[in-house]
């Protein structure tokens, strides 16, 4: 019961980061990824803006699969399932780092305990 339980958390982590990547209906483009492209990676290391939001929407695209599979992989007694869930958390701290705003302070957080879950969960 517990495997599913802790699959099903990595499923929903792995879509939160998909959420941030679902366009919103109305709403212009140039606001549209703004939570993304204003960050200090654009404005204060001068990276252009297309190529961090192409950088974003790949790095969430790996997260959620990678989150998802893992989660998918523990429900099933699959043991790739730790090495997809360190390497989902490993980028979506690399993404945190890159784009980091300060209510999304949760997310170091679980990725450390997803990393620490991984390691010695069931051992």
């Known amino acids: 019961m517990s495997n599913l339980l802790i699959g099903a958390f990595l499923i ?10 679902a366009p919103e209906p109305n709403v212009p483009e140039a606001e549209l990824w703004s939570f993304m492209t204003n960050r200090w990676l654009v404005t204060k290391a001068g990276v252009d803006q297309r190529f961090a939001l192409m950088l974003g929407i790949v790095l969430m695209g790996l997260i959620t699969v990678g989150f998802a599979a893992s ?4 429900i099933v ?5 730790r090495i997809l869930a360190i390497g989902s958390a490993v980028v ?21 305990g997803i990393i620490l879950l991984a390691l010695y969960w069931g051992r």
């Open 71 to 74: 989660g998918i992989g523990l």
């Open 12 to 21: 929903g982590h792995g879509l939160v980061h998909w959420v941030y990547i």
């Open 77 to 81: 007694s699959w043991e790739a399932w």
């Open 92 to 112: 979506s701290l690399l993404l945190l780092g890159l784009f980091w705003h300060n209510w999304m302070i949760a997310g170091p957080v679980l990725n450390l």
